[in-house]
């Protein structure tokens, strides 16, 4: 039985703490943005060669995927961590602040690679008690599109062997350290990127109507993008456009500008309502230009599909926290507008993506993922490493 492991597997993950702590604060001080991950897969081979830990390399670049064989066969289990960081300058005052200027892992992904070191540790120590195979995948780009998992599918990250089940963790800051949280079934949006740029006729502010002005032409658009989000959606599923970003080519307090481009995002639950979302975005923007005078180019990247947890999987990943953490430190996540490129995995085989919490006792300090405050009471890493061990065993 796997649960009698459970001691072995938590004195195991005490005694790597000091370690991947170390390794964590180094990635964390020497982040690297999506697809450059350089330094980052040079720290995963060394470790795992340390470790006699076998593995391939140049996975979407610079993804690593080791593997563990037990002594017996069965099925292949996946685990899965991801490596970049984003383009947000630091503002945490502590020894193991980015040195890099404008980047930041303010989204746990340092987090998640030392995590998932300490777990192949403990699994090759354990692999006469695994009966299949662990392939462990350290991925890059997460966060920007295609997405590094979309890349490893097509080099063949499946056709290698395609896994019976695969599972990820994501840090939580909501969450204390020490506890956990999953969802069954439909659990992430998907996310799609929107580029709009409206033409009109510059000129004086003064006489506007010798002009086209594309910045009022984009503030209508602005609103009735959101009355087509509401009038078109069923409102018992999520959905959510948001333009983040609007700028003019010239333009001044006298001056009203020939272009203005608008880029946002859309967000949807429903993969049918999404793809037709696409087409109403395109053509209510040409409505509105038409109708002002202007032209627009409008382009929509699709992007990460709506994350899906096996019910079967998070299931038996769930019960398997609570036999390794008790009944009180596993909850109930809610739905998530947020998205994450682990849906491609989602779509192909059975899988589960969890929560680990990273929060401390005192509520101040526990700043969103994104943020540029964003940090974690690193006693998280003990629960990442040793749960997801222990998942893994209790799957094989």
């Given at each position: 039985?796997?649960?009698?492991?459970i001691?072995?597997?938590?004195?195991?993950?005490?005694?790597?703490?000091?370690?991947?702590?170390?390794i964590r604060?180094?990635?964390?001080?020497?982040?690297?943005?999506?697809?450059?991950?350089?330094?980052?897969?040079?720290?995963?081979?060394?470790?795992?060669?340390?470790?006699?830990?076998?593995?391939?390399?140049?996975?979407?670049?610079?993804?690593?995927?080791?593997?563990?064989?037990?002594?017996?066969?069965?099925p292949?289990?996946?685990?899965?961590?991801?490596?970049d960081?984003?383009?947000?300058?630091?503002?945490?005052?502590?020894?193991?602040?980015?040195?890099?200027?404008g980047?930041?892992h303010?989204?746990?992904?340092?987090?998640?690679?030392?995590?998932?070191?300490?777990?192949?540790?403990?699994?090759?120590?354990?692999?006469?008690?695994?009966h299949?195979?662990?392939?462990?995948?350290?991925?890059?780009?997460?966060?920007?599109?295609?997405?590094g998992?979309?890349?490893?599918?097509?080099?063949?990250?499946?056709?290698?062997?395609?896994?019976?089940?695969?599972?990820a963790?994501?840090?939580?800051?909501?969450?204390?350290?020490?506890?956990?949280g999953?969802?069954?079934?439909l659990?992430?949006?998907?996310?799609?990127e929107?580029?709009?740029?409206?033409?009109?006729?510059?000129?004086?502010?003064?006489?506007?109507?010798?002009?086209?002005?594309?910045?009022?032409?984009?503030?209508?658009?602005?609103?009735?993008?959101?009355?087509?989000?509401?009038?078109?959606?069923?409102?018992?599923?999520?959905?959510?456009?948001?333009?983040?970003?609007?700028?003019?080519?010239?333009?001044?307090?006298?001056?009203?500008?020939?272009?203005?481009h608008?880029?946002?995002?859309?967000?949807?639950?429903?993969?049918?309502?999404?793809?037709?979302?696409?087409?109403?975005?395109?053509?209510?923007?040409?409505?509105?230009?038409?109708?002002?005078?202007?032209?627009?180019?409008?382009?929509?990247?699709?992007?990460?599909?709506?994350?899906?947890?096996?019910?079967?999987?998070?299931?038996?990943?769930?019960?398997?926290?609570?036999?390794?953490l008790?009944?009180?430190?596993v909850?109930?996540?809610?739905?998530?507008?947020?998205?994450?490129?682990?849906?491609?995995?989602?779509?192909?085989?059975?899988?589960?993506?969890?929560?680990?919490?990273?929060?401390?006792?005192?509520?101040?300090?526990?700043?969103?993922?994104?943020?540029?405050?964003?940090?974690?009471?690193?006693?998280?890493?003990?629960?990442?490493?040793?749960?997801?061990?222990?998942?893994?065993?209790?799957?094989?």
């Amino acid at each position: 039985m796997a649960s009698e492991l459970i001691p072995i597997i938590k004195a195991s993950a005490k005694g790597l703490l000091d370690s991947i702590v170390n390794i964590r604060r180094d990635l964390h001080q020497h982040p690297e943005l999506s697809f450059n991950e350089k330094r980052t897969s040079e720290i995963i081979k060394s470790y795992l060669a340390k470790h006699g830990i076998q593995y391939t390399e140049g996975w979407a670049g610079y993804g690593v995927v080791a593997t563990i064989r037990g002594n017996k066969d069965g099925p292949l289990v996946m685990l899965r961590a991801d490596m970049d960081a984003l383009p947000i300058l630091e503002e945490n005052d502590v020894p193991y602040r980015s040195l890099e200027e404008g980047i930041m892992h303010a989204c746990g992904h340092d987090v998640h690679t030392s995590s998932l070191l300490g777990t192949a540790v403990i699994l090759n120590e354990l692999k006469a008690h695994i009966h299949g195979e662990i392939r462990l995948i350290f991925q890059p780009g997460e966060e920007k599109l295609p997405g590094g998992a979309s890349i490893m599918i097509d080099e063949g990250l499946f056709t290698v062997g395609k896994p019976d089940r695969i599972i990820a963790q994501h840090v939580h800051p909501p969450l204390k350290a020490g506890h956990v949280g999953f969802r069954s079934g439909l659990y992430m949006a998907s996310a799609d990127e929107i580029y709009i740029t409206i033409k009109g006729k510059g000129g004086h502010a003064a006489t506007p109507h010798l002009c086209i002005d594309p910045i009022v032409i984009a503030a209508r658009v602005v609103t009735a993008l959101q009355e087509m989000i509401s009038r078109t959606k069923d409102p018992m599923s999520p959905g959510v456009l948001t333009v983040g970003r609007i700028f003019s080519d010239g333009g001044a307090t006298n001056v009203i500008p020939d272009t203005v481009h608008m880029e946002g995002t859309l967000r949807a639950m429903d993969e049918h309502w999404r793809s037709d979302t696409h087409q109403r975005i395109k053509t209510l923007v040409d409505h509105i230009c038409i109708a002002s005078g202007a032209t627009n180019e409008t382009k929509i990247v699709t992007g990460y599909p709506s994350l899906v947890n096996d019910d079967k999987v998070t299931s038996m990943c769930r019960e398997a926290a609570v036999q390794y953490l008790g009944e009180d430190k596993v909850h109930e996540l809610p739905l998530r507008m947020t998205s994450e490129d682990f849906a491609f995995y989602t779509r192909l085989a059975p899988a589960s993506f969890y929560r680990l919490g990273t929060g401390w006792e005192d509520p101040e300090r526990n700043f969103p993922v994104h943020s540029n405050r964003f940090d974690i009471n690193e006693e998280a890493l003990e629960t990442g490493m040793g749960l997801m061990a222990f998942i893994a065993l209790s799957e094989l």
